[in-house]
């Protein structure tokens, strides 16, 4: 992102303008994307409303076509095996519920998908994803996966994707 336009993000990301910058956002998302992308800031998130889905994230990002971020997702976490209708899902270190939107579709509604999402904030954010696209066959649970049985502590920096487990 060039200087002028993180400058201006960080201006208008503020108490009443963040209107104008989710109407700038969207008109510059839907003529990237040439089709029609809303961005508005509601209950403390920016959601992206795509055709077809809404997701909600702390920050404004950039727009990415739904077929764009689904392709994205397949070429990341689907390259051994693509899940399928009636397939079961477990997605350990679900954050905001990216995936989980896309496994969620693929698996179809005989299917399911489990996910775990440790750190309170993230799956706040997860668990409304789910609401937003009224993903009815994910099962969010706010629990980490180990090996050992323990108490977990994660760090909570505002770059959610940098937060880490302590030992």
């Not at 060039?2 to 969207?26: E, F, M, P, Q, Y």
């Not at 994910?138 to 049985?149: G, H, K, R, Y």
Request: include cysteine.
């Amino acid at each position: 992102m060039t200087n002028w336009r993180r400058d201006v993000r960080v201006a208008l990301d503020s108490r009443g303008t963040r209107w104008l910058l989710g109407l700038i956002a969207s008109l510059s998302a839907t003529a990237l994307l040439r089709r029609p992308c809303w961005i508005r800031w509601r209950d403390g998130a920016w959601i992206h409303y795509f055709q077809g889905a809404a997701i909600p994230h702390p920050q404004l990002v950039d727009a990415h076509s739904l077929g764009d971020f689904t392709a994205e997702i397949e070429d990341v976490f689907i390259y051994g095996y693509k899940p399928g209708p009636g397939d079961v899902v477990i997605d350990v270190g679900a954050g905001f519920g990216a995936e989980a939107l896309v496994f969620s579709r693929l698996v179809g509604s005989t299917g399911s998908v489990i996910s775990l999402e440790p750190h309170p904030a993230t799956y706040s954010w997860f668990t409304r994803l789910c609401q937003l696209n009224k993903l009815e066959n994910v099962t969010p649970l706010q629990i980490a996966a180990s090996a050992e049985e323990g108490e977990l502590i994660i760090t909570d920096q505002d770059a959610y994707e940098r937060n880490t487990v302590l030992a």
